[in-house]
């Protein structure tokens, strides 16, 4: 399965954009996805997850109610809404799947996504 993140950019605190991931290759409908973020010098985070029927949805405290994930199954695709952001969300944002049929959880474990798309650019200024 190949995944592509979209919807990066350069925006000022307070501001909102909207990721994008959507996958080619193989339906992810059935797979558990997620969001994880990089910055320079510090090790991927997880920052949201959504299992495959968009039921769960698991975040991390730092983006408890500014991030909202969801899923449409029927474009393959899954989003991050990203709003009320903060310098410190400054960030590679990866999308990634566990590759799991069905699995109820949505999984925060880095080492539990399989397949990883190519990362966007999230700036965010002060």
């Known amino acids: 399965v190949q995944l592509q993140a979209s919807g990066g950019g350069l925006v000022q605190a307070g501001g909102s954009l909207r990721l994008s991931c959507a996958a080619s290759?193989?339906?992810?409908?059935?797979?558990?996805m997620g969001w994880f973020r990089q910055a320079p010098g510090k090790e991927r985070e997880f920052v949201a997850a959504?299992?495959?029927?968009?039921?769960?949805?698991n975040y991390a405290d730092s983006v408890m109610g500014r991030f909202t994930i969801s899923r449409d199954n029927a474009k393959n695709t899954v989003y991050l809404q990203m709003n009320s952001l903060k310098p410190e969300d400054t960030a590679v944002y990866y999308c990634?799947?566990?590759?799991?049929?069905?699995?109820?959880?949505?999984?925060?474990?880095?080492?539990?996504?399989?397949?990883w798309g190519q990362g966007t650019q999230v700036t965010v200024s002060s």
């Open positions: 990634g799947t566990d590759g799991k049929f069905r699995i109820t959880e949505a999984t925060t474990r880095l080492r539990d996504y399989l397949y």
């Open positions: 290759g193989r339906t992810v409908s059935s797979y558990a």
């Open positions: 959504i299992n495959w029927g968009g039921y769960i949805t």
